[in-house]
């Protein structure tokens, strides 16, 4: 992962939201911010090769993040937090690799990195996805 912009601690989670997704879509994912799922809003939405990822960024409650994630689990293939910190708290890895998550370090003055690397999401449910999608595709269609 890599991304011009730095986050570092000080910085909002609408900068850190806004410098991955500068970095995703230099990757090639196709990028929205703010996308609606479940009565709750993802703070990034990265798509690529049919894959969702799913991005809950904060910049200190990773634990709120954690619960955020939760709805997102029904219809992304990928379930991530950004935490922009100076460190990954053990705690955060743990249950991030437990529930399958990733995590998204945005480290003070580095481009952010994986620090979990997120796995397969295996519950989507595909009423739901596909109502997501439709969601995606009337937000793009705004633009």
Request: hydrophobic content about 40%; proline content about 5%; charged content about 25%.
């Amino acid at each position: 992962m890599s991304a011009n912009s730095e986050c570092n601690q000080w910085c909002s989670e609408a900068a850190m939201v806004e410098d991955l997704a500068s970095g995703l879509t230099e990757e090639g994912f196709h990028v929205r911010l703010e996308v609606p799922n479940m009565g709750q809003y993802a703070d990034l939405a990265a798509a690529k090769d049919d894959e969702v990822f799913l991005i809950e960024a904060k910049i200190r409650d990773w634990r709120r993040a954690l619960e955020q994630c939760i709805a997102h689990e029904i219809v992304a293939d990928y379930v991530c937090v950004a935490i922009g910190s100076v460190k990954v708290s053990p705690a955060l890895a743990e249950q991030a690799e437990d529930s399958g998550y990733g995590v998204i370090h945005c480290r003070p003055g580095s481009d952010p990195i994986w620090a979990v690397r997120p796995r397969k999401n295996p519950n989507t449910w595909k009423p739901q996805r596909a109502a997501f999608f439709s969601t995606l595709k009337e937000l793009d269609d705004e633009c």
